[in-house]
């Protein structure tokens, strides 16, 4: 049972709601003898935070972490990790207008139907808030991957479709992405992707996106089968995220109109190196890594908070409809990237972990 | 931790090997007072089982299941159910010529490089198998939850793509999917998919499928945020079936393109009945039930084992070549629907019983 | 796995070091809808925090507890609850003498094996300030259990033996023992227990403690086979208190001396109610409650810090010796009493928990 | 959750009744390449099984383990290992006497109160015939231990109090223990103790016992806080055996009586090696092992099965009265050893492996 934590043997429990005074999380299971700074932690944090460019929400959050917990002397001492962030710039009277009613596509209806109490402030529970903290156990995650498998590990993470306009993934530049507000891969398309957002903020509207993670440098034998399968645990943490709606492994859905030849990834050996010839399987196979790069995207859902007049309910019961303005997001995904590279950290851990304590 | 073992409160554990004595589960969390027959669990059972059609792998196996615990006087007792299936047809020395080598698409490399051993008769544990198992399981499941929700319950699946085959889904017809050996929800498309599919069997070759899987009269409620998401759960459980390497809830990945408002389904009350003007959210919102029909598809990859030689190493390093002969499934997604509608049932019984602890 | 957290559907993950700058713990699974304010938390920490008498260590600690998340306007909301208590009075100083050395009996040496590094200071997270934690969650658990088990459930513990001397149990009085400070249940003996006690403390010795928990009001019915019952689970629940060495149900391990005639508590029926005329199964019958008042003991071993040279090693592997000054509670068993009393309410929420999701 | 699941990493799930066709365990996380032969499994089983001697129950089970996966050429795959044993000398309609009533000091009454039905032949699942699967679970955790650490690993227990006749401890001789049907392990009182239990039985009587297990060669550095205590999971281990009603590590209970320097083992180190002056720890410190012997003891009840007329109510709510004939074991304490080491295995090869999975 978990309802509020994430892994198994790495494994963090978030905590906070939006405009409640804090959000943090519990980070359990971290190897001894990490050397973790606060530092390394609000550099994935500041990917994540608001109020950064035109492109996301005005809400300005420090999004300063503590640590309070599990770290003496700049090392991890193997006991929980104690996180927390303080709230700031809540604005929670923008929602007196809508504390009873319910957003179309928002969580309100669904929060309020099985607890019969919400927390309407921002959203409370259900905000993408929450995914600060995992961004903050990411990081964690991150370097205890660095140092057990060095210098060739990497995560990295890009939006690889912004709404209607896609992006040409071979031209997938990491500095590149590193570089522009939109985690953009595809320096050609980007003077599109700005015009085209900007245009959808202006209008009041929202719109989703394709957001692909990639990890190099995994060794093959992670994962395990049947119910700790890598790509099995890998949807659950990219479904996980608020608004999303799919997730691909590889090739994904595109894998159904594959021929058995296409999608076969052929295997040689050159001097003691295994190589394949293509990765549809996306790094997985059986739910166990193969030593190829781990290729995982997810689509995000266009933001729910739109300016359009939408059809309701209030919590009476009351047929009204709404009309969301004050600040937010015109697309989630593009803050989606960080927290994406992030739940890729803590999956491949856990399985590095796991598979530490079963198969060395 | 959970190698083998799906679910929280409605767990089962599954074991056994393509080629061993027998393979089975242990159903634990069921409710007490339920009733259980053999033939319950059968009826599933036999849509999955192989060597019905010439459309699926010629294996003969009767999949016949033996309930040995947890039931007493043909009511479940809140024990373990221990239910057990004799492996018959097996042909072990087909795959004397491939022990050495590793299937290229198929899970004979990572076990290996995992594991340093694997059974690879009739592919061991990697075997789909081992989804009779869970046929088994989702059966108890339904018969749980059609005595808890009544007769408006009810979880139905079809192939709405059959490799660059799709089909019109709003021709979607419960009835018919029943009737026919592809579980085709579509009548006018028929004819096209089984001449297409003996093409493919002909030739030597495979393709993939889309399945998908619908719930109606879930009640508002179920799920739980952040990481017991009923969509997330779904998710993983999808992602747990051989073969799957893409899962969409509702629009699923499609939603990126969507605007704002495409994507809101509004809400309206007609009556005491509260409805919902579009389904894009898959009956799902912020990870809980809304009491829509709930809606997830997932991608099946082209079987692996296909009659065109492919490079690959074997398990000394060598480079060499492979081209699988035998009894294979030209498409293993058709016999993934009753294996997703199971675990449609195992999720839902899993998260009503959570909702009910917490909640009720 | 849970390294941190304890239970089930109603969990606890705690954090914190004794000389950090704050301690806290996540509570998830609270059902929603039920009052919490800080001060019903505070009841509770207000007995377990030090510095109160003559009797307990001289730190001085207000152990003010703070609610981050998961309560709205008053009420739980059913995500999780984050409670935070900041360190004050620390002197790590006081430390620096010992923190190279490996106090005998405690977990200095163990922890040092285990992980390579630990905070020494104030024992780091091996001290027994993190039972504070323990105490706010079941603070919690006892709100919940009131709610829905009414008037008639209730939750006491008191010392039954203080070192060498015991204590007439059929004398136990409720309100007696809070209004003295060793939990003392037997008036007439109080005046000798206080005189022993303030001996020991004198002579820079400590002494050991039985503390025994009792529990009224609890239905039949709470517990499950095999490995979650009732039993066990206190077992493991009383066993994680720091300086537990032993824990009985009911007659406990006088068990092995009774016959079978005078072990078997008999049965009879008044009206409609089901009573025993003998407890010695302490209320709990093949892992599942019977409605008896359920009764749990445990000895908690002397405090290891004490004022006589004791031999011992350092880290670098040199005999040396130890004598511990500094402020201690000369018998650790008195503040177990409410941390053994929020054991119990948490695990008998668990199980309430548990046995609603499987067999209401 | 785990309701007939035990342990974390190194995981076995139980299932079966006493009457019905069989029982079995499926033992989930064994690290692969281990070598294991039913042979090894049934070993442990010899030891436990009735019928073997005048001083046990007459019921004659082979207690023969079939493996249905998991193993392949003689060792573990690292995949689920199915065990199967199947009931043969089941008299079901002993039974049918007391099918309505409740045995005072049994589970019937609990079990009937919790689910609302049971499988009352034999005491269905709460039988202590469940531990057989228990046993061979052990056994194979017992063969991974032995390879991990080595020869100097061993877990021996043995009867050290048999209804109010005790033992002298200091007489520990693992070899007569091996030799003689009471696994007492002080030679100069074994004749008093038959005489003892013969006179038990004859009168229809039963009584009690006291079962220590060690475990000797074990590293330091097994156990985790706060949950994962070593100690903490010994205790719910021994307490989730059938009657067992009490447990302590080391010094246990009598702790409580201790001084300060009674209780604190001194340290010192001879050449590299650590030793400590005596043991009341119990080999774990701070829920860590410290290197030191591991000594757990447990009560065990007595039978509740004895011929005496006891009073008791039937499942409509009558009084009425109850004596049990048939075949009983006169102290079950004594088949607890094999029971006792079994779960000692399975808790530090659960620790092992948490341990090199976070710190190695």
Redesign the interface.
Same mark, same amino acid.
């Not at 997985?284 to 030593?291: H, K, R, T």
């Given at each position: 049972?978990?309802?509020?934590?994430?892994g198994?043997?790495f494994?963090f429990?978030?905590?906070?709601?939006s405009h409640?005074?804090?959000?943090?999380c519990?980070v359990?299971?971290c190897?001894?003898?990490i050397s973790i700074k606060e530092s390394d932690i609000q550099i994935e944090l500041n990917k994540r935070k608001p109020g950064q460019s035109k492109f996301t929400t005005q809400r300005k959050e420090d999004d300063k972490v503590?640590i309070?917990?599990?770290v003496?002397e700049g090392?991890s001492?193997?006991?929980? !990790?104690?996180l927390?962030i303080y709230n700031k710039d809540m604005r929670s009277r923008d929602y007196e207008t809508i504390k009873n009613k319910?957003?179309?596509? =928002?969580?309100d %209806?669904?929060?309020f #139907? #099985? %607890?019969? !109490?919400?927390?309407y402030r921002g959203g409370?529970?259900?905000s993408a808030r929450?995914t600060a903290s995992r961004v903050a156990a990411g990081a964690i995650a991150k370097k205890v991957l660095e140092t057990k498998l060095g210098k060739k590990f990497k995560v990295v993470g890009a939006v690889t479709?912004l709404?209607?306009l896609g992006c040409d993934v071979s031209k997938w530049n990491d500095n590149y992405i590193k570089k522009n507000q939109l985690f953009c891969p595809d320096k050609s398309i980007i003077k599109l992707w700005e015009k085209y957002l900007l245009s959808?903020r202006k209008s009041g509207?929202?719109?989703?996106?394709?957001i692909e993670v990639r990890a190099r440098g995994v060794p093959?034998?992670l994962?395990?089968? !049947? %119910?700790?399968?890598l790509?099995?645990?890998?949807?659950?943490a990219?479904?996980?995220i608020?608004a999303v709606?799919?997730?691909? !492994?590889?090739?994904?859905?595109?894998?159904?109109?594959?021929?058995?030849?296409?999608?076969?990834?052929?295997?040689?050996?050159k001097g003691?190196k295994?190589n394949f010839?293509s990765n549809?399987?996306?790094g997985?196979?059986?739910?166990?890594?193969?030593?190829q790069e781990i290729v995982v995207s997810f689509?995000?859902?266009?933001?729910?908070?739109?300016l359009?007049s939408?059809?309701?309910?209030d919590k009476f019961?009351?047929?009204t409809s709404i009309s969301v303005k004050g600040r937010h997001d015109p697309c989630v995904?593009i803050r989606a990237v960080p927290i994406g590279e992030a739940m890729m950290n803590c999956v491949l851990l856990d399985h590095y972990?796991? =598979?530490?304590?079963?198969? #060395?």
């Open positions: 049972m978990s309802f509020n934590t994430f198994k043997l494994r429990t978030t905590w906070g709601e409640g005074p804090a959000i943090g519990v359990d299971g190897p001894p003898n503590n309070l917990s599990g003496f090392r001492t193997g006991t929980p !990790i104690s927390v319910f957003r179309p596509g =928002h969580a %209806y669904t929060y #139907k #099985k %607890y019969g !109490i919400r927390d409370g529970r259900q929450e479709q709404g209607i959808v509207s929202s719109c989703g996106a394709i093959p034998g994962g395990a089968p !049947i %119910y700790s399968k790509d099995m645990d890998l949807a659950a990219m479904m996980s608020n709606k799919g997730v691909n !492994i590889g090739s994904g859905m595109n894998s159904a109109q594959l021929s058995g030849e296409q999608n076969s990834d052929e295997i040689f050996n003691k295994t010839n549809n399987a996306g997985i196979l059986g739910g166990i890594s193969s030593g689509a995000v859902k266009p933001t729910s908070s739109i359009s939408r059809k309701t309910i019961g009351k047929n995904g972990l796991m =598979h530490k304590a079963q198969c #060395k």
